[in-house]
């Protein structure tokens, strides 16, 4: 079971000074608004609070573990804090819900938390033998241990190679196949023995564990991370008022692939090319804050080694857009 009150000491927030800098410069007026969306143990949430004393934050989390955690963490802030459980996708109806037509900040910090890591029972680390589930939300949804016992092998394929980037993929289904066979898998070690024994022995010593990549693509998968994420990056844009700010921590090729996208096509024109004046409707609405992505510096890394595949983006709102931007589609591999 989990611990409570103790969220401060058991996390700390990836490129915490950072991202309070690239958001504060929205958040000065009173009452100015900042979304965390991805709440976790409040850490990002925490420091934005204790920065900016006249905003009230947002913060919406799909785990209500986490949530209670949080809860306790940035209870000193009373009625400037409100959670909502919710996943950030659902960004338009929470605010919806608020009454709140824009806010001046949001903030996504993507991917697995680690409150979700360092939970043994919750099946997201392959370091222990837990049982298979992964959902970050578990009062609903399937668990990886179905998609692994009810998957065929094209459908695993398909997980494992879009998701995971698994060149292995096709080895790695159709021995899970064979092997659930035997008897379903309900724990981690098994997959990770399985996975393991279908990886040719010269790569395993690169990399780190070779079942790093069946894990993410499995959470990615139980969590439907990528089409989430595709629905929340134009609503959150959408939901920034003008001189709002975005900022948005990932933590592998796939979500920051999508981020890029949905980012730089805010912040460039619209215009057909060969005109010559821009008509103010095809003006960039974003500017980008950010040249390419940040990476933590070194000495994050070294005190928190999570932090290293952790890559920043954020944009400002420069203008309003006569309708929200669509859902981004771009590929993902």
Not at 44 to 57: E, G
Not at 62 to 74: K, N, P, S
Not at 181 to 187: C, G, I, L, S
Not at 198 to 204: C, D, G, K, L, W
Request: charged residues 25%; glycine residues 6%; contains cysteine.
């Amino acid at each position: 079971m989990a611990r409570t009150g103790d969220a401060a000491d058991r996390h700390v927030p990836v490129l915490r000074d950072r991202v309070v800098a690239l958001l504060e410069p929205a958040l000065r007026e009173e009452g100015a608004v900042v979304v965390d969306a991805t709440l976790g143990m409040g850490g990002h949430a925490h420091a934005l609070l204790t920065a900016c004393p006249s905003a009230v934050l947002v913060g919406v989390d799909r785990d209500h573990e986490a949530l209670a955690l949080a809860g306790e963490r940035l209870a000193e802030f009373g009625d400037r804090v409100r959670l909502v459980h919710a996943v950030y996708d659902d960004l338009r109806q929470v605010l919806t819900d608020l009454g709140l037509t824009d806010v001046q900040g949001v903030l996504l910090d993507l991917g697995v938390s680690s409150l979700q890591l360092d939970e043994d029972d919750r099946g997201f680390a392959y370091r222990v033998d837990a049982p298979l589930d992964m959902r970050m939300d578990q009062s609903h949804g399937v668990t990886a241990a179905e998609v692994l016992n009810t998957y065929d092998v094209a459908d695993l394929v398909r997980v494992l190679r879009d998701y995971g980037e698994e060149r292995f993929a096709r080895r790695i289904a159709a021995n899970v196949v064979r092997e659930r066979e035997r008897a379903p898998f309900t724990t981690s070690a098994r997959l990770v023995e399985i996975v393991r024994s279908s990886v040719p022995a010269a790569t395993r010593t690169q990399g780190g564990n070779p079942a790093k990549r069946t894990f993410q693509a499995l959470r990615i998968e139980v969590n439907d991370e990528l089409d989430a994420l595709r629905a929340a990056l134009p609503a959150a844009v959408d939901a920034l008022a003008v001189g709002g700010r975005i900022a948005v921590l990932a933590y592998h090729s796939l979500e920051d692939r999508l981020v890029k996208q949905a980012l730089a096509a805010g912040a460039r024109s619209s215009a057909p090319q060969g005109l010559p004046v821009e008509a103010p409707e095809h003006a960039p609405y974003l500017r980008l804050l950010v040249r390419g992505s940040e990476p933590p510096s070194p000495e994050e890394i070294e005190q928190n080694p999570r932090a290293a595949s952790a890559r920043l983006r954020a944009a400002e709102r420069l203008r309003r857009t006569p309708v929200a931007p669509e859902p981004w589609r771009g590929r993902v591999a």
